[in-house]
């Protein structure tokens, strides 16, 4: 397991220069518009001209380039015609730092010299100062940092001459942001100590405030973030009362930094796409690609690898447009880190070599540091355990020379890392003894969750299990800590999926003592409770948002088009393919667009969106009342599956047992994926060999807690939400496979946690629909080709509840189901679903002229139901999946898609499929089930309607008839209830 810490690469560094200026965007208006007509005549006064660079001023700010170069050319022939050589020279030297922003390195250089040669002919020192200036941030731009500070130290001289203290201090500022660059971070803190001295007895606020922003810059390279957020708070008061944007934008960079080192992501996202906007809205391309680089690494972070990678490339985009080689080596570094997660080992050494290459030219320690720090990650992810710790050591010597403590502390515990690699556990206590005392005192808790769960597993591994288990416990309380700082649904369900390893290890020493039930409330306390928050306490939406609507509209409805015009392409037989898999394409952009939207909108309106968290204390609370309410004939198991043992849980209402069976996680799988392959084919047996393997593996261990049981509930773990339990065969007895659910009926539950919530929403319910008279059943059916007989299963469910409503075909209407849903006891949509594994939130149900209800639009249904009924395809988990998307579909009760919407919308029961049904197994099977509903229960009429269904032939072709039997799991087994089985 390797991390990697991001503290020092997202920092976008402030030079404070006149050229620099932070003005807002200048809006063109009538006057302007007059000056451009006028500029061609060759006969423009000097008022005029005045006001062309006025204009060319605003141009430069608004980050029109060219434009505000056309402005100064103008004004530059002007005077020199005028043969006023000291205003050419200012303008010269104006447009030096125009060719510069624009990347043009060799004419700003020619320019600036130019201005030089005039104010020295002039005799003006000021002038000269200022060129000198100029030229080191061109030289600072160009890598050349020891040619910055001789630039620097020149003009330094002429200022003391002078004893121009604001000038002297601008240069200081510049030598400090130099040394910087280059890891001589005390001797950076000096010149801004000075710096803010001088400010200070000016009582030059602007001044103040960039200094106080640098230094909150340097305690980051430091690695105090505390100390910076400090800095940089007083920072952002001064320019927000200036009104100084781009001093904002560059201030909220770097808190963002800083909070994202304390382990506030959520804060830190905040702060990076404000101070995006404002770079956006400036064209600010250095900064905009420094805060990009910013929201990549935070992702990273996260554990959202894809989207961290997006964000990357385009930081390293904009840094090969506009930025300094030693933001570009930043930006390689960044997407070698990716790469190796992603085990593209070639892909990053030449990432890796190319960001060296730079920094060593450029005589930046600190970048060499990172980037040694990632060679040996490289190395180490490649098990080149010597070469890993020789890069690691260079880095850590680095740091040390440099005094970046954080930095100290990465190269620490990737050493730490190295040993516990090669199982030098020995070996690797002091490092991570010292790094842990170091992670303290920076309040680094990204970095102290790491070290103290290593301490424990070296703890553990030295064969001392109860010094083990404080360390995890440590190590889990630091994530939660950190994942209660996430308000946001989104950010919640990403921090939690990327490591598990803490609760796994206390998971197992707490079941190895014994302590059966406290294992089982950590196994809960693990699971991402995004669900639980969300279905228990809400979450507002996107409709009360104050601002944002429209964009937000306009994304969503283009998403609509787009789904609808993909619906309508040429399949992949016609040579047209191509417009689908283009539309497919375009399809996916703007939902990961719509997606970033809602999350920046959050982010944005956090008194909105605030999400309430549910703590490790109401964690437990919830498990010991979901045992109370279950019934003398009722059990649950609940299950775990780590490396090498599946792990079950058998709850009743009196006791808690536990067992395990010795199946490794991938045998597991292979099961999994086995079966969902063979189900289709239902003429086949092959099926039935995965199905007993899964029955000896996930309910014979525990079978003989189960003799007075008759209702199972099923609380399954990752991959385990693809079975479907009732399935699973005991054994064939003279080629008859005994399946479970001819035994026991099956519900299941996202988490253990749920049942009292579900619980209580079942009885909320039903005290409405008592005091407020209801209809039975709202039934809706889009007959689409794949499903051709939904109106004769509405029209059979229907007539068995005299006081209910059907719409069929076009009157089938989303907006329908928005009115009425309210007013029936159950829902019945039998339409055509489909689940979007990479959006979940975006799986629809079809309604109307191929309308779509996307799950994120069932979250503003208000229903009062006992049952949502969702007889369509896939509208629980989808038929095709992969290893690669078990994390990231479901995350111990983190399901998204329908059943969490649903959920949310106010039912405590939902009946999903599993797989593409068979549309005439369908209408059996809810025909009896429903048959069977008022007297016995949706969990035993499920099953009731399963027996049915098994025992029932279907008669196939007029000509040729042929007669299929029903009892393969294919056709009965698909449907599973979720959430209250009463």
């Not at 808790?445 to 010094?467: C, D, F, K």
Request: negative net charge; proline residues 3%.
């Amino acid at each position: 397991m390797a991390y990697r810490f991001f503290w020092i690469w997202s920092i976008i560094i402030v030079c404070l220069l006149p050229e620099w200026s932070d003005a807002a965007p200048f809006q063109r208006d009538q006057e302007e518009a007059d000056i451009n007509s006028e500029a061609g005549k060759g006969d423009l006064s000097l008022a005029e001209i005045e006001k062309s660079l006025e204009v060319g001023k605003h141009l430069d700010n608004a980050g029109q380039y060219r434009e505000a170069l056309a402005r100064y050319e103008i004004a530059r022939q002007f005077f020199q015609q005028e043969q006023d050589a000291h205003r050419e020279a200012e303008v010269l030297s104006e447009m030096a730092v125009i060719y510069r922003k624009l990347g043009d390195f060799e004419t700003s250089l020619a320019f600036q010299h130019s201005a030089i040669r005039m104010y020295v002919d002039l005799g003006d020192q000021n002038g000269q100062s200022k060129a000198l200036r100029r030229l080191g941030v061109l030289a600072r731009y160009q890598g050349k940092l020891f040619e910055a500070i001789s630039y620097y130290q020149d003009a330094l001289e002429l200022l003391t001459r002078l004893q121009d203290q604001d000038g002297i201090a601008q240069v200081l500022t510049n030598l400090g942001i130099v040394y910087s660059e280059l890891g001589r971070l005390q001797e950076a803190l000096q010149y801004f100590t000075r710096v803010l001295a001088i400010y200070t007895e000016l009582r030059n606020e602007s001044g103040v405030s960039y200094t106080l922003g640098n230094l909150g810059q340097l305690s980051l390279y430091l690695g105090n973030s505390q100390q910076a957020l400090e800095y940089l708070s007083q920072s952002l008061t001064l320019k927000q009362s200036s009104e100084d944007i781009r001093g904002q934008a560059n201030t909220l960079l770097n808190m963002g930094t800083a909070h994202k080192n304390l382990g506030d992501f959520q804060k830190a996202l905040t702060c990076y796409y404000q101070a995006l906007d404002v770079y956006t809205q400036l064209n600010d391309l250095p900064g905009k690609a420094a805060v990009l680089g910013s929201i990549g690494s935070c992702y990273e972070e996260l554990g959202d690898v894809e989207q961290a990678w997006r964000y990357q490339e385009e930081s390293l985009r904009f840094k090969k447009l506009s930025g300094t080689s030693i933001q570009l080596s930043i930006a390689l570094t960044n997407l070698a880190s990716l790469a190796i997660k992603q085990q593209r080992f070639i892909e990053a050494d030449a990432y890796l070599q190319e960001a060296l290459t730079i920094a060593i030219e450029h005589n930046s320690f600190l970048s060499q540091a990172n980037i040694y720090g990632q060679l040996g990650m490289l190395a180490l992810s490649q098990q080149a355990f010597p070469q890993a710790s020789e890069y690691f050591s260079r880095s850590l010597t680095l740091y040390e020379k440099i005094g970046s403590q954080k930095g100290i502390l990465e190269a620490l515990t990737f050493i730490g890392q190295t040993y516990i690699s090669q199982y030098r556990f020995q070996d690797a206590a002091p490092y991570f003894e010292r790094a842990l005392q170091l992670a303290r005192e920076l309040q680094d808790m990204n970095s102290l969750w790491i070290v103290q769960y290593y301490l424990g597993e070296i703890t553990l591994h030295v064969a001392q299990p109860e010094r083990a288990l404080p360390y995890f416990q440590a190590a889990i309380q630091t994530l939660e800590q950190m994942r209660n700082y996430l308000q946001v649904s989104e950010l919640r369900r990403s921090f939690l999926q990327k490591d598990r390893n803490p609760y796994v290890q206390m998971i197992h020493l707490l079941l190895e003592r014994g302590e059966y039930t406290e294992a089982l409330w950590y196994l809960e306390r693990f699971k991402a409770r995004t669900f639980l928050e969300v279905v228990a306490y809400g979450e507002p939406q996107l409709h009360e948002a104050p601002i944002l609507l429209q964009e937000e509209k306009e994304l969503l409805t283009r998403i609509r088009l787009l789904s609808e015009r993909l619906s309508a392409a040429p399949d992949a037989l016609q040579p047209e393919f191509q417009i689908s898999e283009d539309l497919q394409q375009e399809l996916y952009q703007a939902k990961e667009q719509y997606e970033q939207l809602l999350l920046r909108i959050k982010l944005q309106y956090p008194e909105y969106y605030r999400l309430k968290t549910v703590d490790a204390e109401e964690i437990e609370h919830l498990v010991h009342n979901a045992l109370t309410l279950l019934e003398d004939d009722v059990s649950i198991l609940e299950y775990f599956l780590d490396d090498d043992r599946v792990h079950i849980w058998v709850l009743t209402r009196d006791q808690v047992y536990y067992e395990s069976f010795p199946a490794a996680y991938t045998t597991v799988i292979d099961h999994v994926l086995r079966f969902r392959t063979e189900l289709g084919n239902y003429e086949s047996t092959k099926i039935f060999t995965s199905l007993q393997e899964l029955y000896t593996c996930l309910v014979s261990p525990v079978e003989k807690y189960l003799t007075h049981t008759r209702i199972v509930g099923i609380v399954p773990f990752e991959i385990l939400h693809f079975v479907p339990f009732g399935a699973l065969v005991r054994q064939q007895e003279d080629g008859n496979p005994a399946y479970f659910i001819e035994q026991y009926a099956v519900f299941m539950l996202p988490s253990l946690s749920m049942l009292p919530i579900v619980r209580e929403r079942s009885q909320r319910n039903a005290r409405y629909m008592a005091a407020s008279p209801m209809r039975s059943i709202l039934g809706m059916a889009n007959a689409v080709e794949n499903l051709p007989g939904v109106e004769e299963e509405i029209a059979a469910i229907l007539s068995q509840f005299p006081d209910s409503q059907g719409y069929i075909g076009n009157e089938a209407t989303e907006q329908r189901l928005f009115n009425e849903a309210r007013q029936y006891e159950m829902i019945h949509l039998a339409t055509h679903g489909v689940f979007d594994k990479q959006h979940p939130m975006f799986s629809y149900l079809e309604f109307a002229s191929k309308s779509y209800l996307y799950a994120r639009d069932i979250f503003g249904l208000q229903l009062e139901c006992s049952l949502v009924t969702l007889s369509g395809c896939e509208t629980f988990l989808p038929q095709q999946i992969e290893v690669k998307d078990i994390h990231t579909l479901v995350s111990g009760d983190e399901l998204v898609g329908f059943i969490r919407a649903f959920m949310y919308a106010g039912t405590p029961s939902i009946l999903a499929s599993l797989w593409r049904v068979n549309d005439t197994a369908t209408q059996y099977l809810m025909s009896a089930f429903y048959q069977n509903l008022s007297e016995s229960g949706k969990a035993r009429a499920l099953q009731q309607a399963a027996r049915s269904v098994m025992r029932t032939t279907l008669h196939l072709g007029r000509r040729k008839k042929r007669e299929i039997e029903l009892v393969h799991p294919f056709f009965w087994s698909s449907f599973v209830l979720i959430g209250d089985w009463k």
